[in-house]
Nanobody, 119 residues
Framework: VQLVESGGGLVQPGGSLRLSCAVS????????INWYRQAPGKEHELVAG????????NYADYMKGRVTISRDNAKNTVYLQMSSLKPEDTAVYYCNAQVRVGANILNYWGQGTQVTVSS
C-alpha cells in the first residue's frame, strides 16, 4: 500500500495550489480518501474528504469555499485544489486512505507534502 503526495511548494498569499495523491497497492475505489494537514506546533487536522464512490465531499469549515477535493478512480489519484491561500494554511499536507473492514477501520498515510504560503 502506497500513497504519494505531490504538488506542494511555496506560494504567495492569495495564490493557488493543486495537490495530488497517487495511490497503489489496494483497490482504490473501495477507500475513502482524506486530506489532513499539520502545522508546526499544531494538531493534525482534517482538510477535506471524499467517499469511495465520489460525491458528498466533506470540508473543514476553515477551508470551505477555498478548496475542492476530487478523485479519479481510473487514475487512482485524488486531488486537492486550494485557492485564496493564507499564511496560516502553511503546513505539511497528508493523504489518508481509509476503509472499513468488519468492525475495524484501516488507515494508510502518505509521507506528506509541504505547503508554504508566504510573500
Amino acid at each position: 500500500v502506497q500513497l504519494v503526495e505531490s504538488g506542494g511548494g511555496l506560494v504567495q498569499p492569495g495564490g493557488s495550489l493543486r495537490l495530488s495523491c497517487a495511490v497503489s497497492g489496494f483497490t482504490f475505489s473501495n477507500y475513502v480518501i482524506n486530506w489532513y494537514r499539520q502545522a508546526p506546533g499544531k494538531e493534525h487536522e482534517l482538510v477535506a474528504g471524499i467517499p469511495a464512490a465520489g460525491g458528498n465531499t466533506n470540508y473543514a469549515d476553515y477551508m470551505k469555499g477555498r478548496v475542492t477535493i476530487s478523485r479519479d478512480n481510473a487514475k487512482n489519484t485524488v486531488y486537492l485544489q486550494m485557492s485564496s491561500l493564507k499564511p496560516e494554511d502553511t503546513a505539511v499536507y497528508y493523504c489518508n486512505a481509509q476503509v472499513r473492514v468488519g468492525a475495524n477501520i484501516l488507515n494508510y498515510w502518505g509521507q506528506g507534502t509541504q505547503v508554504t504560503v508566504s510573500s
